[in-house]
């Protein structure tokens, strides 16, 4: 009876397992695309931000 009883929780550590497994990849899958949001599509246009905020700053 013990051995049915042990399978049990084996089986639900394994699908707990799989479980945080696949929520960890949606994780990492989310933060990939949310940091790609912020890159600009032309990086011309953010260097002539940057030059002029450090003629600003310099001035």
């Known amino acids: ?3 049915i009883k042990s399978s ?3 089986g639900y550590a394994f699908f707990a ?3 945080a497994i696949f929520l960890f990849i949606i994780l990492v899958v989310y933060i990939y695309k949310y940091n ?3 890159v600009p599509a032309e990086p011309m ?3 002539g931000l940057i030059q002029a905020a450090g003629r600003t700053l310099v001035a």
């Open 8 to 10: 049990g929780i084996k």
């Open 36 to 38: 790609q949001r912020f």
């Open 17 to 19: 397992g799989i479980i």
């Open 45 to 47: 246009r953010w260097s």
């Open 1 to 3: 009876m013990s051995e």
